[in-house]
């Protein structure tokens, strides 16, 4: 731990992400949110769909993650995630057509509908909703 920050590294299939030192870190946890300071006490726990978000100083910048794990250590955090989108990298207009037709798939969902599909949607939408969420926080 130096100067009150600690290692972050988030990681995904396709390769790291972030790796860098921060102050504060806030991620979605799957029993509920949680936040790590410096020193903080060692944990793992599995992550949810959600927004992350870490400070380093007066920046704060904000991912969408997509399920993953959490390793967390008074000096150190890894996350290894499924998806882990920055703000800024989020395609907008393509998050906005997701959201627009997972919609219209509930939307027309009947007694013929398959319920793999009612789910498929379900998640694409909560997917496209996460990412606008975030998108919003540039």
Sequence with gaps: MIGGAFSLVIVTPEGEVVQTSVEELTAPGALGEFG??????????ILSRGEL?????????YLAVHQ????VGPEA???????AEAA?????PRAEAAKR???????????EAHE???????????????????ASRR
């Design 77 to 83: 955090v890894t996350i290894l995630a499924e998806l």
């Design 36 to 45: 790590v300071l410096p020193g903080h006490i060692p944990f793992m726990c």
């Design 88 to 92: 800024e990298t989020i395609d907008v």
């Design 101 to 111: 037709r997972a919609e219209e798939r509930l939307a027309r969902r009947g007694p």
């Design 68 to 71: 993953g794990y959490a390793e």
């Design 116 to 134: 793999i599909d009612v789910e498929r949607a379900q998640a694409a939408l909560a997917r496209a909703m996460l990412r606008l969420r975030v």
């Design 53 to 61: 978000a870490y400070r380093r100083g007066a920046e704060k910048k």
